[in-house]
């Protein structure tokens, strides 16, 4: 009997705490293709892969470029698995339209800096910044995406 209580507490200090996730490397890499099967009509399929608190995982894949936006709550951090494309950052979205509470998307940027995106980069978006992720006819890139809501 002592053994089997010594057991299962074993087994319980070996448990991941909750909401403790991991995704090991070979699983991140394949989900490009993956998804790719699953795009829409804007060539963009994405993954919700958890939602903790104050911030939630995704998995985006592009194979054209994407909608200017702008979330006025969300800190996105982007961490580039496979492919290129171009990041505009900053300026003014075009053609913006509230698409949900706190979210603005539009068609373009005006006045945006653009700098090169590729696996292994790493990007933080603050809140109310301005951001688009463009990619070149016949290129695609899968990015990791941490959502960070203001407290």
Known sequence: MRSLILLV????????P?????????ELQGLARKLA???????????????????????????????AEVHATQTDIFIVQSGEGTLVVGGEV?????????????TSIQGGRR????????????????????????GKITYLIVKINAP
């Open 115 to 138: 700098a090169p995106l590729g696996a292994g980069d790493l990007v933080n978006i603050p809140a109310r910044t301005p951001h688009q992720v463009l990619v070149k006819p016949g």
């Open 37 to 67: 099967p699953k795009m829409n009509a804007q060539k963009l399929a994405t993954e919700q892969l958890g939602k903790w608190g104050h911030h939630s995982l995704m998995v985006a894949h592009r194979e054209a470029g994407g909608e």
């Open 9 to 16: 507490g074993m087994a319980a200090l070996a448990a991941e």
């Open 18 to 26: 909750p909401g403790c996730v991991h995704w090991p490397a070979a």
């Open 94 to 106: 075009q053609g913006g339209k509230a698409t949900g509470p706190g979210e603005i998307r539009g």
